[in-house]
C-alpha cells in the first residue's frame, strides 16, 4: 500500500530532478563556459525557480505532477536542510566567531526593527513581511525556505520573498566586493566580515568573495566571508522556532496549541547532522571513507534544495505576484541597504575599538 501510494509522487519529483538538472547546465554554461569563473557566481537555484515559474507559467502542468511538486517542496526541502548540518563545523569557527557572532547579532536585530517598523508605513502581507525579514539577516533563500512551512506561506508568497532576496543578493553580490576594497582599504577581515554579512545567499557570499579574491588577491577575505557566513547560517536554529512561534502566538491564544506543536522538527535534525559532523571527524578524522561520506552529503543536500525550489516555481502563478505590487520590494531595498550599512558601522565601531 505504501509503495502505490509513493507512485503517485514519481512524477512531479522527477520533473523537479530534471529542471534540477537543467539549472545545472545553466549554470555552468554561464558562470564558468562563458564568465570563465573557476565555480559559478550565479546560484543554481535561482536559475531553477527562474526556469520553473517560466514553464510553470508557459506550459500547463499536468495534474499528475502536482502531488509529487507538493512532495518535492515540502518533504524534500527539509531533508535538504538537514543535510546542510553537515557543512558545519562549530568548532573551527572559535576564531573569528568572539568577532563575528556579536556582529551577526547586532545585524539581524537591526534588520528585524527596520522592518518592523517600515511594514507599519508600507503595508505588506504579515507571512511575507516574515519571509523576506528571515531572508534578509539569516540565510537567504534557505532561510525563507526553512520559514515558510511553519507560518504556513504560500506558493505565491515564498516565489515572491526568494526573486526580492535574489535580486537584491545578486545586486549586492556584484557591487560590494569592490565598495569594500575600496571603503576598508584592502582590509582583508574588515573586508571578509563585510561580505559575509551583508550579503544574503550563502552562494552569493562566496561568489562575493570569489571575485575579490580573483581581483584583489586575497584568499584571507574568502576564508573570513565564508566562516562569517556559515556561523550567521547557524542562526537559522534559533530563527526558525522564534518565527513560528511569533507568528502563532495568537492561535496559541485561541485554539489552545502548545509551542510543541508549531516546532519545525525537522530542524532538529540540522542541529544532529551538525553533531554528527563533529563527532565523525573526531572519531574518523583519517578516513577516506568519511570525508566521501562528507562530500555526499553536502552534495546532496544542494541537490534536495535545487528540487525544492524548482518545485517552488513551477508552483507560481505570476498573475498572483504581479497582484501584490511594489511594496514588498521597497521592504526588500530597505532590508540590503540596512544590513550592509549596520555591518559597516558596527565594524568601524565595535570591531576597530574592541578587537
Same mark, same amino acid.
Given at each position: ?13 522527477i ?7 537543467l539549472s ?7 558562470g564558468i563556459e562563458?564568465?570563465g569563473?573557476?565555480k559559478?557566481p ?5 536559475i531553477?525557480i ?9 506550459f500547463?502542468i ?6 509529487g511538486?507538493d ?10 536542510i538537514?543535510?546542510l ?10 576564531e573569528?566567531?568572539k568577532i ?14 527596520v522592518?518592523?517598523l ?12 516574515y ?9 537567504g533563500?534557505?532561510a525563507?525556505m526553512?520559514?515558510?512551512p511553519v507560518?504556513?506561506?504560500n ?6 520573498a ?5 535580486l537584491?543578493?545578486? @545586486? %549586492?553580490?556584484l &557591487? ?5 576594497n575600496? #571603503?576598508f582599504?584592502g582590509?582583508?577581515?574588515f *573586508?571578509g ?15 562575493a ?8 588577491n586575497?584568499?584571507?577575505?574568502l576564508?573570513?566571508?565564508?566562516v562569517?557566513?556559515l ?11 522564534l ?5 502563532n502566538?495568537?492561535q ?11 516546532f519545525?522538527?525537522?530542524i532538529?535534525?540540522?542541529v ?7 563527532i565523525?571527524d ?10 566521501e561520506?562528507?562530500i ?17 516555481? @513551477? %508552483?507560481t502563478? &505570476?498573475k ?5 505590487? #511594489?511594496?514588498?520590494?521597497?521592504v526588500g531595498? *530597505?532590508?540590503?541597504?540596512?544590513v550592509?550599512?549596520?555591518?559597516i558601522v558596527t ?5 576597530k575599538?574592541?578587537?
Amino acid at each position: 500500500m505504501f509503495f502505490k501510494n509513493f507512485l503517485v509522487f514519481i512524477p512531479g519529483i522527477i520533473l523537479a530532478f530534471v529542471l534540477y538538472s537543467l539549472s545545472q547546465g545553466f549554470n555552468n554554461i554561464i558562470g564558468i563556459e562563458l564568465l570563465g569563473y573557476s565555480k559559478s557566481p550565479i546560484s543554481t537555484a535561482m536559475i531553477a525557480i527562474l526556469l520553473g515559474i517560466f514553464f510553470g507559467n508557459f506550459f500547463k502542468i499536468r495534474e499528475s505532477f502536482q502531488k509529487g511538486l507538493d512532495f518535492s517542496r515540502d518533504y524534500i526541502l527539509k531533508l535538504g536542510i538537514i543535510c546542510l548540518g553537515i557543512q558545519l563545523k562549530p568548532f573551527e569557527f572559535l576564531e573569528f566567531g568572539k568577532i563575528a557572532i556579536p556582529l551577526i547579532i547586532i545585524c539581524i536585530i537591526s534588520v528585524l526593527i527596520v522592518i518592523k517598523l517600515i511594514i507599519k508605513k508600507i503595508q505588506i502581507p504579515t507571512r511575507m513581511a516574515y519571509l523576506i525579514s528571515i531572508g534578509s539577516c539569516v540565510c537567504g533563500t534557505t532561510a525563507i525556505m526553512a520559514t515558510a512551512p511553519v507560518i504556513k506561506a504560500n506558493k505565491s508568497e515564498i516565489s515572491y520573498a526568494i526573486a526580492n532576496i535574489t535580486l537584491f543578493g545578486i @545586486l %549586492s553580490m556584484l &557591487l560590494y566586493p569592490y565598495f569594500s576594497n575600496f #571603503y576598508f582599504e584592502g582590509n582583508s577581515l574588515f *573586508t571578509g566580515l563585510f561580505l559575509g554579512t551583508a550579503i544574503h545567499e550563502t552562494s552569493q557570499v562566496a561568489a562575493a568573495s570569489l571575485i575579490y579574491d580573483q581581483q584583489y588577491n586575497s584568499p584571507e577575505t574568502l576564508n573570513i566571508a565564508t566562516v562569517t557566513k556559515l556561523l550567521r547560517n547557524t542562526f537559522l536554529i534559533v530563527m526558525v522556532p522564534l518565527f513560528a512561534f511569533l507568528y502563532n502566538r495568537g492561535q496559541l491564544e485561541e485554539k489552545g496549541y502548545s509551542v510543541l506543536s508549531i516546532f519545525p522538527y525537522f530542524i532538529l535534525g540540522f542541529v544532529g547532522m551538525i553533531i554528527l559532523r563533529n563527532i565523525g571527524d573526531e572519531v574518523f578524522s583519517t578516513n577516506n571513507q568519511w570525508t566521501e561520506i562528507i562530500i555526499f552529503i553536502k552534495a546532496s543536500s544542494k541537490v534536495f534544495l535545487t528540487m525544492a525550489m524548482a518545485a517552488i516555481g @513551477l %508552483s507560481t502563478n &505570476l498573475k498572483d505576484i504581479r497582484n501584490m505590487g #511594489y511594496k514588498p520590494f521597497i521592504v526588500g531595498f *530597505t532590508a540590503m541597504l540596512t544590513v550592509g550599512i549596520i555591518s559597516i558601522v558596527t565594524i568601524e565601531t565595535y570591531i576597530k575599538f574592541f578587537i
